[in-house]
Nanobody, 122 residues
Framework: VQLQASGGGLVQAGGSLRLSCAAS????????MGWFRQASGKEREFVAT????????YYADSVNGRFTISRDNAKRMVYLQMRALIPEDTAVYYC????????????????WGQGTQVTVSS
């Protein structure tokens, strides 16, 4: 099983980034997919999740309206489009696979990627 996140980097406040996550080694189309993040010195927190079909999405209040999660089951990819970034979005972002319904609870996620760093400068 592998989840390879990419697309992170340094961006100014107000800018945009698109994270990508390539999945392999499991039945991707059967899993909800999520993005979580962990800022330095803080606990990991939920960002966004999408159901197996892509028909439903859920967001943390802190990113709702600014971030968009999507997936392409044919390509085994999940994306996180981030707009209007603020310094508080600075964190390592992780993609993860949920073998049940797409939820906000990280305990429900079976597989995790290695993370990609996003840094937003003020």
């Amino acid at each position: 099983v592998q989840l390879q996140a990419s697309g992170g980097g340094l961006v100014q406040a107000g800018g945009s980034l698109r994270l990508s996550c390539a999945a392999s080694g499991f039945a991707f189309g059967d899993y909800g997919m999520g993005w979580f993040r962990q800022a330095s010195g803080k606990e990991r927190e939920f960002v966004a999740t999408v159901t197996w079909s892509g028909s439903s999405t859920y967001y943390a209040d802190s990113v709702n309206g600014r971030f968009t999660i999507s997936r392409d089951n044919a390509k085994r990819m999940v994306y996180l489009q981030m707009r209007a970034l603020i310094p508080e979005d600075t964190a390592v972002y992780y993609c993860a696979a949920d073998n049940g319904l797409a939820t906000k609870n990280s305990d429900n996620y079976s597989y995790w990627g290695q993370g990609t760093q996003v840094t937003v400068s003020s």
